[in-house]
Every structure is written in C-alpha cells, then in structure tokens.
C-alpha cells in the first residue's frame, strides 16, 4: 500500500501570540508539524507497518517548511515531497488544493491522508476541495482506519454529529483525519539521523504548471485582518438561602439575560 500524507508547518499554538493593528504577530522561530497532520502520518505508519508498503510526505511551503519535512521523515516515513512556495506567499484553501492536484495527477497512490483541518486556520476545507478536483471517493474526520489491500478498500471509522460512522472507501481515496485518531509517535534517535538521508524531492510551481500569481488572483477566500475577542463580562454569584436563590436566578434569566 502506498500513503502520502499532506503535511502543514504551522506556528506552535503554545508560543504567544499578539494583534498589532488588526496584523497577526507570531514567533517566526516556533513552526512545528501540524498535529492533524502528525496523526495522519502516524496511522499511515500504523497501516504500513501492519500490511506493507510506504508512506511518502507531501508539504506546500517556503524553505523553512523542510524542517518540519525532516520531522515526519524522522517518525518513519521513506521520501518526502516539497512543493516549494515563497516566503512571503498566501494562499487559500482552494490554491493548495490546486497545488496538491496539480502534483497528484501525475502520481500513484492508494490513500492520500491529510488533516481534517489545520491548527493555523482551522479552514478544513483543502481535503474535500482536493477531492472533489481529483474526482476521488472521500471521507472526513477519520478516527480510525483499517486497511483491506486484497479486496483494495479502506474502512474509515468517522466521527459524525450523532456518533460513529463505519464507512467503506474503494482505493484510491482521500481521507482526513481527526487528531482524535492516535497519539503520533516521538521519533527516535535513530529515526532523526535516518532522516537526513531520506530522499526529499523539491518541485516548483511552475514543475507542476501552476502560477503563482494567478493562484493567488484567483483565490476566493481573503484575510482583510485579526481582532482580539471581546472581555467577557465577570459572571454574578448570588449567595443566600436556596429556596430564594432559585427566585433570583429564574429573573435573572429572565429580565436580564433574557435566555428565558
């Protein structure tokens, strides 16, 4: 079975953040692996090991992006793909989709794995319109997978509005997963010095027949700025006997928070 796994480098949500004049102000230095797309490659590597084959690694991004590259490289994945961008370039939702369809439809695979969403954006939207433009079976919020090489199906547990979903995919497909799936590994010594001799192709936009700036002139999505959110009003504490208490709870739903 071969997997290739979307990856994301996106700013580590635990570095602080600040809005200065409605711009998004970020520590440059503190870019990690995405955690979707962690839990992506880690049951790539699960399937793997269990049935055969090999995960590759598919990264849209500037040069900084091979860092993180090296990081799922070093968690076991055999070759990495990256689609090198400018620093400097923004896109949307839909233009990495064109990117990755772009690349995929002179590729073999049997799953393409991505995040269901990614920890910058929370968009989720890449993995759907991915398949829609390739015009693969697809599947969303992936919590499990278990694999069927013989009968050249996937079966993916899925997380739905009313409980768990079991959805069978004939391969090739594309899913997206939940960090909800797995706990990805650590890599280990070995793993990270491996991973510096495993093969990372580069390609350009124009590799794949792609403009940037008609990219970017057709993107349909825009950031025109970021807002702190709003102080939330200190909550009230009533103190006193309960049978009174209940009187001035039910008129404070009432009169003042008018949820009753």
């Keep these: 079975?071969?997997?290739?796994?979307?990856?994301?480098?996106?700013?580590?949500?635990?570095?602080?953040?600040?809005?200065?004049?409605?711009?998004?102000?970020?520590?440059?230095?503190?870019?990690?692996?995405?955690?979707?797309?962690?839990?992506?490659?880690?049951?790539?590597?699960?399937?793997?090991?269990?049935?055969?084959?090999?995960?590759?690694?598919?990264?849209?991004?500037?040069?900084?992006?091979?860092?993180?590259?090296?990081?799922?490289?070093?968690?076991?994945a055999e070759s990495a793909v990256h689609i090198s961008t400018d620093d400097n370039a923004s896109y949307d939702s839909l233009s990495y989709a064109k990117i990755l369809a772009a690349y995929y439809k002179n590729h073999s695979f049997d799953v393409i794995a991505v995040g269901k969403q990614s920890q910058d954006t929370d968009a989720g939207l890449t993995g759907g319109m991915l398949a829609a433009l390739l015009d693969l079976p697809f599947a969303t919020n992936a919590v499990g997978l278990e694999a069927d090489p013989s009968a050249n199906k996937i079966i993916v547990k899925r997380q739905g509005d009313s409980g768990q979903e079991m959805i069978e995919l004939p391969m090739p497909c594309i899913v997206t997963c939940s960090n909800d799936m797995n706990d990805p590994r650590i890599p280990s010594l070995k793993g990270i010095m491996a991973s510096k001799k495993k093969p990372v192709d580069t390609?350009?936009?124009?590799?794949?027949?792609?403009?940037?700036?008609?990219?970017?002139?057709?993107?349909?999505?825009?950031?025109?700025?970021?807002?702190?959110?709003?102080?939330?009003?200190?909550?009230?504490?009533?103190?006193?006997?309960?049978?009174?208490?209940?009187?001035?709870?039910?008129?404070a739903l009432q009169n003042e928070a008018k949820v009753l």
């Design 203 to 251: 390609k350009t936009l124009s590799d794949l027949g792609l403009d940037a700036a008609s990219l970017q002139a057709d993107m349909k999505t825009q950031v025109l700025g970021f807002q702190s959110l709003p102080q939330r009003e200190p909550g009230k504490k009533f103190e006193g006997d309960a049978t009174e208490l209940v009187g001035t709870l039910m008129n």
């Design 1 to 76: 079975m071969k997997f290739s796994v979307c990856i994301k480098q996106v700013p580590d949500v635990t570095a602080p953040i600040q809005i200065k004049e409605g711009q998004l102000h970020q520590d440059a230095d503190r870019l990690v692996l995405d955690a979707y797309s962690a839990s992506a490659v880690e049951e790539s590597l699960v399937l793997t090991e269990k049935h055969g084959g090999n995960v590759e690694v598919v990264s849209v991004g500037p040069e900084k992006a091979k860092e993180t590259i090296r990081k799922a490289l070093a968690m076991g």
